[in-house]
């Protein structure tokens, strides 16, 4: 895109607009998210994530925001862990897959002494029946499920107002 990436919903913008500074937010995403703007567009949209985080970065100006992409299950509890014990305020993990199959990663989540945020790009309630089940939401403190890319948006609003850094 020539100008950038475009908030896909531009009412949101407003919630993101409040100083916050000094803050640190992990976005941890699973397998196949990587292939996000090429993958199923029709479920995932057209839209890369690194051009969703250029976003992400104009909308929380004085949030690090420190992003991770594996397809490895391994390598995702390494990086949660590593996020939750190294310096993060909070994490917004998308496991993608590994949301209906990892008690491993749900076991990690409830080690991490901040906040997670699940998000499902799709309404993973609506689709196949395998992916109903959600082994991460007991361990999660909340869930965004179906909203597309401003599934990460609304979680980073709710880690940089509920939790702000230092407290």
Known sequence: MANGPKNENPGLTYLCEVGVHNMVIAIVNGPNLNLLGRREPDLYGHTSFEEHLTLLRRLFPGVEIRYYQSNVEGEIINHLQ??????????????????????????TIKALPVPVIAVHITNVHSREPERRTDLLLGACKGNISG??????TLAMQFLTHSYPAGN
């Open 147 to 152: 909203l597309g890319l401003d599934g990460y």
């Open 82 to 107: 590593q996020a939750g014990f190294g310096g993060a305020h909070g994490i917004v993990l998308n496991a993608g897959a590994y949301s209906h199959t990892s008690l491993a990663i749900a076991d």
